[in-house]
C-alpha cells in the first residue's frame, strides 16, 4: 500500500472554508438553544473560526451569509480577519428569510420580487469586491407545496432568466456556484432539486458557473460520489457544502454519521483530479452545532476532513487500476477497503507535530483557555444565530 510519508506533501495543500454561522447558534424548528460564549456579531465569529484555523492549520478562509453577516466595513472586516490569520472566503447570497420571498425569490412570477433578489445578489457581488471574494454561493428555497401550486417549467425559465442577470455581474475572476436540494423547505418540488438541474443552468450561464454539491441534500441511498466522479468530468464542480446526515439534511459535522461515505466521496475527488491548491474544487463546511460546543465542532470536522483524505490518498491507484483490469473484483474492492480501514492518526498527529502544530488539535483548544475567556467575556449584547 502506499505509504503515509508519500502523501504527507498532498495534505499540506488542505483548505477547509468554515462557515460563519456554525459559530452562531442554530437548532431546529423545535427549538434553538443558545450557549455561553456565542458570538455577537461577524467579528466575533471570525475571531471563533480562528481559533480553528490556529489549531489545525486546516481552515485559513471563513464563509459569509449575508444579511446573516452584514457589517458597515468589510474592509474593517477583512482586516480583522488577517489580523487573525484568516481571510475571508465565499459570499452566500439569502432570499429565504424575507416575507416577500414566502412564493420564491429569483422564480417569483412577480417581476418585483424577482427583482429584489437579483438586487440582493448584486449586493452580495459588491461585497464579494471588498471583500476579494472568489465565489458566490446561491442556494434557493424556492419552489411549491402542493401540485398545481406553480407552473414548475415557468419558474424554470425565470430562474434561467435571473441567473443569467447575477452572472452578467460577475468580475473576471469571480465564479457563481449553484447549490441544489431536494426538498425543504418547499415540500412538492424545488426549482433546482438536483444536480442535473444546477448543471443545465450553469452550463448555459457560462464557464464562471459550477454546481455546488451539499452532500446533505440527496434522498437516502443516492450515491453521491458518482455525482461528484460525473461533475468532475464534466468540468463542473464548482464546491462541497459538506455536512453529514442520519435521516435528513441534519447539518451535523461531516464524517460523523458515515466516515466510508465521506472517505468514498473523497477519493472520487482524488480520482477526478478535485484535490490540491489548483484543482478549483472549494471544500466548505455547511455545518450546525445545535447542541455540542461550536469551535471543537468545527475542529472535530475539518480533522474528519483531513483524516478521510489521507485513508483516500493511500488507495495504491496503480494496484487498483491493475486488478480493475483484470476484472479482479474482490482484489479490487480489497485494495479500496485497505485504505478505508488504515488507522492514520498516529501519523497525522506525528506529521502535524512536525509542522509545529499540536498533535492533538482537540486537546489543544480545550488547553488554551479560549472557551473559558469567550464565556466570561461575551456578556450581553444578542447572541449570532439564524437571522441574527
Ligand atoms: C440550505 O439547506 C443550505 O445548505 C444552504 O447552503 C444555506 O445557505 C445553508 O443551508 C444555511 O445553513
Ligand atoms: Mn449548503
Redesign the pocket.
Known sequence: MTSFASIAPQLEQQAIEL?S?AFGN?GTRFKVFGSPGTPRDPFEKVSDAAQVNKHTGLAPTVAL?IPWDLVDSYSDLKKHAEDNGVGLGTI???T?QDDDYKLGSVTHSDPRIRQKAIDHHFACIDVMNETDSRDL?I?L?DGTNYPGQDDMRARQDRLTDSLQQIYARLGDDQRLVL?Y?FF?PAFYHTDVPDWGTSYAQVAALGDKAMV?L?T??HAPGTNIEFIVMQLLRLGKLGSF?F?SRFYA?D?LIVGAADPFQLFRILSEVIRGGGYGSDSGVAFML???HNIEKKIPGQIRSVLNVQEMTARALLVDRDALAAAQAEGDVLGANGIVMDAFYTDVRPDLAAWRESRGLPADPMAAYKASGYQEKIEADRVGGTQAG?GA
Open positions: 462557515p454561522w442554530s451569509h452566500n447570497s439569502n429565504f454561493k442556494w428555497a447549490e436540494k425543504e455546488c451539499d446533505g441534500h457544502d455536512n439534511d447539518d455547511d455545518q450546525c439564524w
